[in-house]
T-cell receptor, first 116, second 111 residues
Framework: GAVVSQHPSRVICKSGTSVKIECRSL??????MFWYRQFPKQSLMLMAT?????????EQGVEKDKFLINHASLTLSTLTVTSAHPEDSSFYIC????????????FGPGTRLTVL | SQQGEEDPQALSIQEGENATMNCSYK?????LQWYRQNSGRGLVHLIL?????REKHSGRLRVTLDTSKKSSSLLITASRAADTASYFC???????????FGKGTKLSVIP
């Protein structure tokens, strides 16, 4: 399968700081990437769709000013959690869609964010 | 997007037995994908079945799709302790790239 990396794998930060998470597709070009959030023992919830060269599309209830998404190239999307608070602590996972008619998506290993 | 349902929510079996997990969804789909997630890790893509397919095999995995019942099943044969993980189904509708995930089944394979 295709490879998607995420960095960092885990981050601990103080309340009020901003954290940037990178998502890279390593062996294919991804015009579309997705950002998910996963709480303990729960399923993935889509936060936003990241399109290369255009603004991200956010799901209802997700604050675009808090979760800044930049998809500057066909292999990189970044999620910045601004002014993080303890309630933002979660597991963030990105996926990249491999262009095909079948919409296969490949996921990164996730980033564990802990806000103190 | 509305989440689908998976059952059972948790499944515990002995090594060597078969494990069957079911998934239901609410809207018409373009395809359905199954993923595995080990605790605290990312998702591993297992298999994709298109809406015009009824069954697909990959190694010890067998996936079925019944679009009339809006349901899919994942069968893992001859299970191994390493199969212990959570399994999710995810579907995408026609014209949409977004995936809607089920709630997942936590599988425990006891050595």
């Amino acid at each position: 399968g295709a490879v998607v990396s995420q960095h960092p794998s885990r981050v601990i930060c103080k309340s009020g700081t901003s954290v940037k998470i990178e998502c890279r597709s390593l062996d294919f070009q991804a015009t579309t990437m997705f950002w998910y959030r996963q709480f303990p023992k729960q399923s993935l919830m889509l936060m936003a769709t990241s399109n290369e060269g255009s603004k991200a599309t956010y799901e209802q209830g997700v604050e675009k000013d808090k979760f800044l998404i930049n998809h500057a190239s066909l292999t990189l999307s970044t999620l910045t959690v601004t002014s993080a608070h303890p309630e933002d602590s979660s597991f963030y996972i990105c996926s990249a869609r491999r262009p095909s008619s079948y919409n296969e998506q490949f996921f990164g290993p996730g980033t564990r964010l802990t806000v103190l | 997007s509305q989440q689908g349902e998976e059952d059972p929510q948790a499944l515990s079996i002995q090594e060597g037995e078969n494990a069957t997990m079911n998934c239901s969804y609410k809207t018409s789909i373009n395809n359905l994908q199954w993923y595995r997630q080990n605790s605290g890790r990312g998702l591993v893509h297992l298999i994709l079945i298109r809406s015009n397919e009824r069954e697909k095999h990959s190694g010890r995995l067998r996936v079925t799709l019944d679009t009339s019942k809006k349901s899919s099943s994942l069968l893992i044969t001859a299970s191994r302790a390493a199969d212990t993980a959570s399994y999710f189904c995810a579907n995408s509708g026609a014209g949409s790239y977004q995936l809607t995930f089920g709630k997942g089944t936590k599988l425990s394979v006891i050595p």
